[in-house]
């Protein structure tokens, strides 16, 4: 059974850091890009960050450059994204997707797999 699920999410105060957590299982995870989407209320979903399956290349929004750092372990089967300075704007549920392509997946957010979500709320 293919999961993916995402941990670490919480309410935190604004300038303050999170580290989120994405388990994969029951594929081939060195071979697929792994994403981080979200979705605030009353909002489309949108791309926060991405990270090949091959050379680690990197995508992020543009909107947590700097603040955001996404990396993968492996050996773990999991991707971690590392949330500092965070703003209330940050506030949504965040999700991870998997897909053998990191251009089709942060272009598309069409990923062949997705998590259940975490909530973060970042209070001001």
């Known amino acids: 059974e293919v999961q993916l699920v995402e ?3 919480g309410l935190v105060q604004a300038g303050g850091s999170l580290r989120l957590s994405c388990a994969a299982s029951g594929f081939t995870f060195d071979d697929y ?3 981080w989407f979200r979705q605030a209320p009353g909002k489309e979903r949108e791309g926060v960050s991405c990270i090949s399956s091959s050379d680690g290349s ?3 929004a543009d909107s947590v450059k700097g603040r955001f750092t996404i990396s993968r372990d492996n050996a773990k089967n999991t991707v971690y994204l590392q949330m500092n300075s ?3 704007e940050d506030t949504a549920v965040y ?3 998997g897909d053998p392509s990191v251009r089709f997946l942060w272009a ?7 998590g259940q979500g975490t909530q973060v709320t970042v209070s001001s």
């Open 33 to 35: 890009a792994i994403g």
């Open 95 to 97: 999700y991870c997707a």
């Open 108 to 114: 598309t957010m069409g990923g062949d797999y997705w």
């Open 58 to 60: 990197t995508y992020y």
């Open 7 to 9: 941990s670490g999410g």
């Open 86 to 88: 965070l703003k209330p």
